[in-house]
């Protein structure tokens, strides 16, 4: 281990390793809580940040992986703290997640700054629980793992293979078509989710997890792990190990997440055919780490890197075929002419050294470059008067029929209008009609909930459409598809265009000359900008208009504005 730091140089000793009134407080109290000398003098404190939560299904096993991290940390020679952080459960919170990712990030900054930490451990995995943590590690900077909660097995229904999100939408619109009855939509119910661990489609949680490990922030090949699989608990104690030797070593996240990095991880997440959701988060938190990323970078890196993973909602398979196929580390190694393999990772060594000896045993889950599921990755910007500051669409995961098109918008003002409407009869929508749904970004619904796969109305479902040009403010699900513009910047609720739309006005969507244009006149457009006004806030009180004073548009990253940047922050006096 290259030691740089003595234990006086230990953050900690501030707590522990002074002589005065408040340090004999910090002993004794750690003492109270039946700790020796021997247990904490001299040895880096570990805060291994939990997001453990009886109402999060992803993260059941966090409980018995916090057990395991203590077990690596004790082994190095560190002292663990455990802490709860707020759990950001996908399926149960509302309005969304996505409101309160910040106020995790948050949580996990000030937790490491106002306690004795000389490193964090974080557990996450469940979609926003990955960029928050890291959010607010980056800008605390001490030496950072993370441990990634694991995709959960197959889903299973009459011996044939369930993937998270994207089976659900699927069979759901077979129901609504007729084509599966009651009981069949029940057993798929109880075989879909059958371990712990994160969706195991390429949804945002595998997405977000996969951006974390190229990023180097947790130990090579973590990402892949099944969460019920035993090498997943024996990767947490190898974190816990890893992370003792960080503390010492002083190797911050500060000193692995440069450009190179977050250009990797861009990488990764498009030869993965990646959720649109990483487009936010790595934005979000590249400009954490002082880089000035902005959603044109993902398109010039989209157009030159191939979807190389035939993983569902792009592909075929899912999360626990991919771990067998290679993982990761095997998806990695053939993408080396494009990545930076000469920059450090958490693991103290080089991307290079760390991609060493993976392979690949199924070029059928993982292609080669020269069959790769698709020449292009999946992930492209779009602008035009409908979107001035860009948005986005999957276009790996759309019709290509559909990639260029001109119809008529079909407009739903908020999610209950479209509820309300979308399966009525007498819409006058038809298969080339365009789906417009407005007031769903991060101020308007609020939060930017995933409302962007719009439903196909029923009367066009039972005539055999299954796709159709939606576009929204809102985000999409990593594991939906569809031919989905998200992201729309400046959104709605903001005076955006998309506020401007009107039924019957023209829309045409060019994916590949990436533009997105309402075919109204500028004269008519202005008219109706006078005639606009904006919607009531949607928070008179709470952390909600906390959010709504702060929050930044979709292609900045949706995080605070006073949190993306500013002065740095002291460490907390002791007296
Ligand atoms: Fe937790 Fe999908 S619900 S990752």
Same mark, same amino acid.
């Given at each position: ?5 003595t ?6 000793h ?14 004794s ?15 880096p ?47 149960f ?57 694991g ?36 057993e798929?119910?109880?075989?879909i ?19 974390t ?29 890893r992370?003792?030797?960080?503390a ?32 936010i ?5 590249? !400009?954490?780490?002082?880089?000035? +990323? &902005?959603? =044109? #970078?993902?398109?010039? $890196?989209?157009? /030159? ?54 392979r690949?045993?199924?070029?059928e ?24 500051d ?6 790996s ?6 990639l260029k098109?001109t ?13 309300? !409407?979308?399966?009525?009869?007498? +819409? &006058?929508? =038809? #298969?080339?009609?365009? $789906?417009?749904? /407005? ?89 109706r900008?006078t ?45």
């Amino acid at each position: 281990m290259n030691r740089k730091k003595t234990a006086e140089e230990l953050r900690s000793h501030r707590w522990y390793g002074v002589r005065d009134l408040r340090s004999f407080g910090h002993r004794s109290r750690t003492k109270q809580m039946g700790y020796a000398a021997e247990d904490y003098q001299g040895k880096p404190v570990i805060g291994i940040i939990n997001t453990w939560s009886d109402i999060n299904p992803c993260h059941t096993h966090f409980r018995d992986r916090a057990g395991e991290v203590k077990r690596g940390v004790w082994q190095a020679g560190g002292f663990p703290v455990e802490m709860p952080a707020m759990s950001l459960s996908e399926p149960f919170q509302k309005p969304s997640t996505m409101l309160y990712r910040n106020l995790l990030a948050m949580e996990t900054e000030e937790l490491l700054r106002s306690y004795p930490m000389d490193g964090a451990v974080l557990l996450g995995g469940c979609d926003k629980t990955t960029p928050a943590m890291l959010m607010g590690a980056i800008s605390m900077d001490l030496p950072t793992v993370f441990v990634p909660a694991g995709p959960m097995l197959r889903g299973n229904w009459r011996g044939r293979t369930l993937g998270s999100g994207s089976d659900v939408w699927k069979y759901w619109d077979e129901k609504r078509a007729g084509v599966i009855d009651e009981s069949a939509w029940e057993e798929i119910e109880d075989g879909i989710a059958r371990s712990p661990g994160h969706c195991m489609t390429m949804g945002t949680a595998s997405t977000m997890t996969a951006a974390t490990e190229a990023l180097g922030m947790t130990l090579p090949g973590a990402s892949s792990i099944p969460a019920a699989d035993s090498n997943h608990p024996r990767m947490a104690s190898a974190s816990g190990r890893r992370i003792v030797e960080m503390a010492w070593e002083d190797l911050k996240p500060s000193d692995i997440l440069d450009e190179r990095a977050y250009d990797d991880a861009i990488t990764a997440v498009l030869a993965l055919g990646g959720s649109t959701n990483a487009m936010i988060h790595l934005i979000a938190m590249a !400009r954490r780490s002082g880089i000035p +990323l &902005a959603l =044109d #970078r993902f398109d010039a $890196l989209s157009r /030159r890197v191939p979807v190389l993973a035939n993983i569902r909602p792009s592909g075929e398979y899912l999360m626990e075929d991919f771990y067998y196929a290679g993982g990761l580390r095997g998806l990695l190694s053939r993408l080396e002419d494009s990545l930076n393999l000469d920059r450090p990772t958490v693991s103290g060594r080089i991307l290079r050294e760390d991609l060493s000896g993976a392979r690949v045993y199924d070029d059928e889950i993982i292609r080669p470059s020269d069959n790769p599921l698709q020449e292009e990755a999946g992930l492209a910007v779009l602008r035009g008067n409908l979107a001035h500051d860009g948005c986005v669409i999957k276009h790996s995961a759309a019709d290509p029929r559909l990639l260029k098109h001109t119809g008529r918008a079909v407009v739903f003002d908020g999610y209950d209008d479209l509820a309300w !409407r979308i399966n009525d009869p007498a +819409l &006058a929508v =038809d #298969r080339d009609s365009v $789906l417009v749904l /407005r007031g769903a970004g991060p101020l308007g619904a609020p939060g930017m909930p995933e409302w962007g796969m719009l439903p196909i109305p029923e009367k066009l479902l039972k005539k055999g459409v299954r796709d159709m040009v939606r576009i929204s403010d809102a985000r999409m699900s990593g594991t939906a598809y569809g031919t989905c513009v998200l992201h729309v910047a400046p959104e709605s609720h903001v005076g955006g265009t998309l506020a401007l739309v009107r039924d019957g006005d023209r829309v045409e969507l060019d994916v590949p000359g990436r533009r997105l244009e309402l075919k109204v006149g500028e004269q008519e457009l202005e008219h109706r900008r006078t005639e606009w006004s904006p919607p009531e806030p949607s928070y008179g009180r709470s952390y909600g208009a906390i959010y709504a004073r702060h929050v930044t548009q979709a292609n900045e990253g949706c995080d605070f504005d006073f949190l993306a940047e500013g002065p740095a922050v002291k460490e907390p006096e002791i007296h």
